[in-house]
């Protein structure tokens, strides 16, 4: 069965972690991505988290379904063969501060020079352009700008920033979806363009109405914890054997079957219980009534009772309760793919199903430059240049 992206070149020069992710999306569905890096200086995020016997375990999934590389793009030589690749090439990926590319010789005008059909992704911190582009930066920073941590952590606790790349994993969703839409237009007049991506936007669009909020009312949403200001009951709620649920009411007839499951049905004849927003103003009267009926059950009956009463419930998950969850299990969400480091290894599968065209896990992340005799060989590089290039640390 061929796979959607079957046929497609990407190359992803792009280090820690929007860009790389982008390309391991791709990947995913059968593009032919090459991780190209630097010959004495492995991809930063190879150290990132735990490893195992000298192998880093992240590397595993995010550098899966790539063929690795090795050039150093800034010399005059690597820089050739990176105008070489692009030649063959559909995609290219990039994430070095604004004006790198440029000084290394390897502008979007020179790239598409060589191939006027690419497509070439530029991801950044703040974007090409502005008072802030040539800072350096990372998802933590869009983090904090967008609003996100502002509104993340308890009301009398200080901003929050997620445990992991949120910010990054968002722009990498947004950069592989900016990819096919140019793609897309590739296809109509053979004309590839430079997307300009800034990690600060797409978390931004993800976090509500707020700047029209603002702009049209004057308001700011404050921290609320694992409450929402649009609903309530919302938040997560200890169980009787210790463990944690959380519960949803995003919808008025979700709401009512929860009060009328935990004994309080007469809160559901209140005037202000008719919408979400006014029942968030007496979340302290709603989260004691659900909190108590939760604390008195241990956690498999109040999932059952929920469940029975159609109303909207989930166990809070380490890793451990996801490995272990019949539904991540029916649909496949974590496959084991055979590594040639570690054997077997366990990792997130693909992001959705596609019925006639599914992505597929072919093989995990590779050593540092593994492929790279292949990769130039197939734009002419001769063995006996390749040995040359090795010896003034090109490749």
């Given amino acids: 069965m061929t796979a959607p992206l079957e046929g497609l070149r990407v190359l992803d020069v792009s280090t820690l972690f929007a860009g790389p992710i982008a390309a391991t999306f791709l990947g995913d569905f059968g593009a032919d991505v090459v991780k190209i890096e630097h010959p004495a200086k492995p991809d930063a995020s190879r150290g990132h988290g735990p490893s195992k016997d000298g192998v880093n375990l992240w590397w595993k999934t995010l550098g899966r379904n790539k063929r690795t590389a090795t050039v150093n793009l800034g010399t005059p030589e690597g820089a050739d063969l990176l105008l070489r690749l692009a030649a063959d090439a559909d995609v290219l990926i990039e994430n070095f501060r604004p004006g790198t590319l440029e000084r290394w010789g390897l502008a979007p005008e020179r790239l598409r020079e060589a191939n006027p059909r690419l497509v070439i992704a530029r991801v950044t911190a703040f974007g090409q352009t502005g008072p802030y582009a040539k800072r350096p930066g990372f998802g933590s920073l869009a983090e904090a700008m967008s609003g996100f941590a502002a509104l993340t952590g308890q009301p009398d606790g200080p901003p929050t920033l997620p445990p992991f790349g949120l910010a990054d994993g968002i722009a990498a969703l947004a950069t592989a979806y900016a990819v096919m839409v140019a793609l897309r237009a590739a296809g109509r007049d053979g004309r590839g363009q430079v997307i300009d991506l800034a990690i600060i936007e797409p978390i931004l ?118 490995l272990a969850d019949p539904q991540y299990r029916a649909i496949g969400t974590v496959q084991t793919v055979q590594d040639e480091e570690l054997g077997p290894v366990k990792m997130q599968n693909v992001l959705f199903r596609l019925s006639e065209t599914p992505g597929a896990i072919r093989f995990p992340g590779r050593r540092h430059g593994q492929d790279t005799d292949e990769v130039l060989a197939e734009v002419g590089v001769t063995r006996e240049q390749l040995e040359r290039l090795r010896e003034k640390g090109i490749v």
């Fill in 205 to 322: 669009m993800l976090l509500g109405g707020q700047i029209t909020a603002y702009d049209q009312l004057g308001t700011l949403q404050a921290r609320s914890g694992n409450r929402s200001v649009n609903n309530a009951p919302r938040n997560v709620y200890r169980t009787g054997d210790g463990e944690w649920v959380a519960v949803s009411t995003s919808s008025q007839s979700i709401a009512e079957r929860v009060m009328r499951l935990v004994g309080r049905g007469d809160l559901v004849a209140e005037p202000w219980f008719a919408s979400g927003h006014t029942r968030a103003e007496h979340a302290d009267e709603l989260d004691d009534a659900v909190g108590a009926w939760i604390k008195a059950r241990p956690t498999a009956e109040v999932v059952a009772a929920f469940e029975e009463a159609q109303a909207a419930v989930a166990p809070v998950y380490d890793v451990r309760g996801v």
